[in-house]
């Protein structure tokens, strides 16, 4: 059964960074795709970033770039979403979710999610 674990959230400041972690169980990660999607306050959830099984990169929301970038380590089973200068509407739960092959395919596992708040 497949499995995904988010870590590596928490407060910080305007301007700072965190590196989310994605924990990937169950199966090889090699074959997946994995996607981090976010969900604000009162907002829909929306699409950040995916790394296919290829390790190619969407990007699904134009609000990160330059800022965010997203890796794999197949050999650790994590993939990991890197936000560099964060802004108080980065402010969100985050998941992820695995998707076999292609960030375009049907994202059928997803993470419980990790809180970020950006704030001073």
């Known amino acids: 059964q497949l499995q995904l674990v988010e870590s590596g959230g928490g407060l910080v400041q305007p301007g700072g960074s965190l590196r989310l972690s994605c924990a990937f169980s169950g199966d090889i990660l090699d074959y997946y795709a994995i996607g981090w999607f976010r969900q604000a306050p009162g907002k829909e959830r929306e699409g950040v970033l995916c790394i296919s099984s290829s390790g190619g990169s969407t990007n699904y929301a134009d609000s990160v770039k330059g800022r965010f970038t997203i890796s794999r380590d197949n050999a650790k089973n994590t993939v990991y979403l890197q936000m560099n200068s964060l802004k108080p509407e980065d402010t969100a739960v985050y998941y992820c979710?695995?998707?076999?092959?292609?960030?375009?395919?049907?994202?059928?596992?997803w993470g419980q999610g990790i809180q970020v708040t950006v704030s001073s």
């Open positions: 979710a695995a998707a076999f092959d292609y960030c375009s395919g049907y994202m059928s596992v």
